[in-house]
């Protein structure tokens, strides 16, 4: 499957990009972070995460779909 992903904030500059379209056989968006961490390297973890999929907060063991837009937002500091 196909999977549109959206980085925000300390994981869009450790990933070097801001969005990236990956191919996975992840059934889920703890799966496709764990591949993702594997090629990225983030320094946070996914307990520290919020994960959204097509627009909607989501759980961790959500079920994915083809096309389906996943972004992984890190905590945010209001000011």
């Known amino acids: 499957m196909k999977f549109k992903i959206e980085?925000?904030?300390?994981?869009?500059?450790?990933?070097?990009?801001?969005?990236?379209t990956v191919e996975s056989i992840a059934s889920c968006p703890a799966e496709l972070f764990s591949e993702l961490n594997a090629t990225h390297?983030?320094?946070?973890?996914?307990?520290?995460?919020?994960v959204?999929?097509?627009?909607?907060?989501?759980?961790?063991t959500s079920q994915l779909n083809d096309d389906d837009l996943v972004v992984f937002m890190p905590p945010m500091a209001g000011g």
């Open 7 to 20: 980085y925000y904030a300390q994981l869009r500059d450790e990933a070097g990009c801001s969005a990236e």
């Open 41 to 50: 390297c983030f320094s946070l973890t996914q307990n520290q995460l919020q």
């Open 52 to 60: 959204a999929i097509n627009d909607s907060f989501s759980s961790w």
